[in-house]
């Protein structure tokens, strides 16, 4: 049975709007990256108590936190950010997204070492804490092929460091998806991001309207009896470095078109 989720704050900046449109949807968890206009990592300790007990009165799980740990350059002090890696573990989610830190002049061989011991102390830190960290293949970070993002895995080599399998992350790699990269780390992945893009282009279009390869991903998930969870994350307005957005209408829009992809392969989601 796959479980929807999304990056609620792709729907709006109020938390009362973002669950008011997953329940207009059905959809009964969100990837916690965002509320108010601040990442999950600068909210207060009282803002974070709120959201816990809003979300329970509204029956709303936390599937992920949508951190952006990694999202520094390797050449960075990572001692700080290790700091920022702590907080994000504790947050009391099963998943914690993280990426492989941004490359100068893409000399992926140069800094493979400084890449491997950071993920290895992150992944230590997640083992400590008893979570899984995600890692999410991105353009211009270490991982951003499905070649780098096995070599990751590979030589981390943890039960605590899994793949985020971003399809549309791949095609803006010129990487397809399904084709390439999940031959590579299927093994590896506990969990998806829903978000479609155009080769070439890189433009983000709705689920099954770019060269993402959903329908064939899909149909390898269900192969493997995948049961975990399909995160929308649309990216259909806008893009930063640590948030997207789309907007209420759009992200519905993009929750139907997930769900009609599921219906058409005869897939059940909850």
Not at 56 to 63: C, E
Not at 198 to 214: F, I, N, R, S, Y
Request: net charge negative; charged share 25%.
């Amino acid at each position: 049975m796959i479980t929807l989720t999304g990056f609620a704050d792709e729907i709006s900046r109020d938390l009362e709007e973002q669950l008011d449109v997953l329940e207009s949807e059905s959809i009964r968890y969100l990837e916690l990256r965002g509320v108010w206009g601040k990442n999950v990592l600068q909210l207060t300790e009282e803002e974070l108590s709120g959201i816990k007990e809003r979300l329970s009165q509204r029956g709303v799980g936390v599937s992920s936190i949508g951190s952006p740990i990694g999202k520094i350059q390797i050449t960075d002090d990572f001692e700080p950010h290790l700091e920022h890696a702590k907080h994000a573990v504790r947050l009391a989610a099963p998943y914690v997204r993280v990426f492989s830190f941004y490359i100068p002049d893409g000399d992926h061989e140069k800094y493979r070492p400084e890449v491997i011991r950071r993920m290895l102390r992150l992944a230590q830190l997640a083992e400590q804490e008893g979570i899984v960290l995600l890692h999410e293949n991105e353009s211009h970070i270490y991982g951003d092929t499905g070649e780098r993002c096995l070599e990751l895995l590979q030589s981390v080599s943890s039960p605590h460091l899994r793949a985020a399998f971003d399809p549309a992350n791949f095609v803006q790699c010129g990487v397809k998806p399904v084709g390439e990269a999940y031959p590579l780390v299927g093994d590896y992945t506990a969990y998806i991001h829903v978000k479609d893009a155009m080769m070439g282009k890189g433009m983000v279009v709705p689920a099954g309207d770019g060269d993402g390869e959903l329908r064939l991903l899909l149909q390898e998930l269900c192969r493997r009896r995948y049961s975990g969870f399909l995160s929308l994350e649309p990216h259909l307005r806008a893009a930063g470095r640590f948030e997207g957005f789309t907007n209420p209408q759009l992200f519905v829009e993009a929750s139907k078109a997930i769900k009609r992809l599921l219906t058409e392969e005869g897939m059940e989601w909850n």
